[in-house]
T-cell receptor, first 118, second 115 residues
Framework: AQSVTQLGSHVSVSEGALVLLRCNYS??????LFWYVQYPNQGLQLLLK??????LVKGINGFEAEFKKSETSFHLTKPSAHMSDAAEYFC????????????????FGQGTILTVHP | DARVTQTPRHKVTEMGQEVTMRCQPI?????VFWYRQTMMQGLELLAY????????DSGMPKDRFSAEMPDATLATLKIQPSEPRDSAVYFC?????????????FGQGTRLTVV
């Protein structure tokens, strides 16, 4: 079984400040991990993903995330927040490895709303 | 520009009526997901298809919800009869799962209001 916990349903930062959104996962097999962003009245858009290889993953809009197996974490960061980063962010886990009905299934966290103050 | 297309974008209906939501996945994708998003529950997976076959619909209320893929270009989610608690945004997503997991590409959603 897979699950995702996003710590903090709301995060507020000042423009130019560091953005840190926390995600911890649970998976019985090596996970694939994703961060998505959702703007108001829009669908979810992929920010970045970790599948295999380098544990520090860079995505769009200056975001990056680091896969830490020992901590079962995949936190999302951005060095300097912009007003346009205000949105809801979702962490998701997918099951790696072939076979089984859950292969390819994505489980999402509850989301974190990021507010950016001028 | 390949994208997942959902129709309608908005639907208001009266309790007891049938609601059908449609999704056109990205051409070539073999996996389709239906998610429901509410303030209280967040994103819940309702159903999940691979090569048009349902793999997991355990998240779906069986007595009133049904999901099908009549062909590779169309996925449908039906609610009959609808209830006010079904009010939510319903997202369809598609992806290509072929030896490894890729991301899911989301449609814009159908905002359903049942009054």
């Amino acid at each position: 079984a897979q699950s995702v916990t996003q710590l903090g349903s709301h995060v507020s930062v000042s423009e130019g400040a560091l953005v840190l959104l926390r995600c911890n996962y649970s998976s019985s097999v090596p996970p694939y991990l994703f961060w998505y962003v959702q703007y108001p009245n829009q669908g979810l858009q992929l920010l970045l993903k970790y599948t295999t290889g380098a544990t520090l993953v860079k995505g769009i809009n200056g975001f990056e995330a680091e896969f830490k197996k020992s901590e079962t974490s995949f936190h999302l960061t951005k060095p300097s927040a912009h007003m346009s980063d205000a949105a809801e962010y979702f962490c998701a886990v997918g099951r790696a490895g072939a076979g089984g009905t859950s292969y390819g299934k994505l489980t999402f966290g509850q989301g974190t709303i990021l507010t950016v103050h001028p | 520009d390949a994208r997942v297309t959902q129709t309608p974008r908005h639907k208001v209906t009266e309790m007891g009526q049938e609601v059908t939501m449609r999704c056109q996945p990205i051409l070539g994708h073999n996996t389709v997901f239906w998610y429901r998003q509410t303030m209280m529950q967040g994103l819940e997976l309702l159903a999940y298809f691979r090569n048009r076959a349902p793999l997991d619909d355990s998240g779906m209320p069986k007595d009133r919800f049904s999901a099908e893929m009549p062909d590779a270009t169309l996925a449908t989610l039906k609610i009959q009869p609808s209830e006010p608690r079904d009010s939510a945004v319903y997202f369809c997503a598609s992806g290509l799962v072929n030896g490894r997991v890729t991301e899911a590409f989301f449609g814009q959603g159908t905002r359903l209001t049942v009054v």
